[in-house]
Nanobody, 124 residues
Framework: QVQLVESGGGLVQAGDSLRLSCAAS????????MGWFRQVPGKDREFVAA????????YYAEAVKGRFTISRDNAKNTVYLQMNSLKPEDMAVYYC?????????????????WGQGTQVTVSS
């Protein structure tokens, strides 16, 4: 069982940066590939970024490639999403998720554990 708690969301202006954190419980955190997703009202939850267990491989949606960076600190049981050059279209609730089997997966159904989400608001 893994519990995930996101933090770091907030209100920023276009062009600003924000770093999201996702703290995980459980001693086997390092075994879980992790992902970040986002969702706006009325739309499906969409893939943002993913990272494998050891942290050596990362994957990004085209919309955020070059602006967002996913990383993890397994000693702290935490995964991060550094978001730079934020745009109004990045505004969403951001969720972190843990998969039990799939590195780099982009489908919501590939992830077993989910956090409660953190709101990111970007003003133009």
């Amino acid at each position: 069982q893994v519990q995930l708690v996101e933090s770091g969301g907030g209100l920023v202006q276009a062009g600003d940066s924000l770093r999201l954190s996702c703290a995980a419980s459980g001693r086997t955190f390092r075994n879980y590939p992790m992902g970040w997703f986002r969702q706006v009202p009325g739309k499906d939850r969409e893939f943002v970024a993913a990272i494998n267990g050891p942290g050596g491989s990362t994957y990004y949606a085209e919309a955020v490639k070059g602006r967002f960076t996913i990383s993890r600190d397994n000693a702290k049981n935490t995964v991060y999403l550094q978001m730079n050059s934020l745009k109004p279209e990045d505004m969403a609730v951001y969720y972190c998720a843990a998969s039990t089997y799939c590195s780099g997966c982009r489908q919501v159904t590939s992830y077993t554990y989910w956090g409660q989400g953190t709101q990111v608001t970007v003003s133009s």
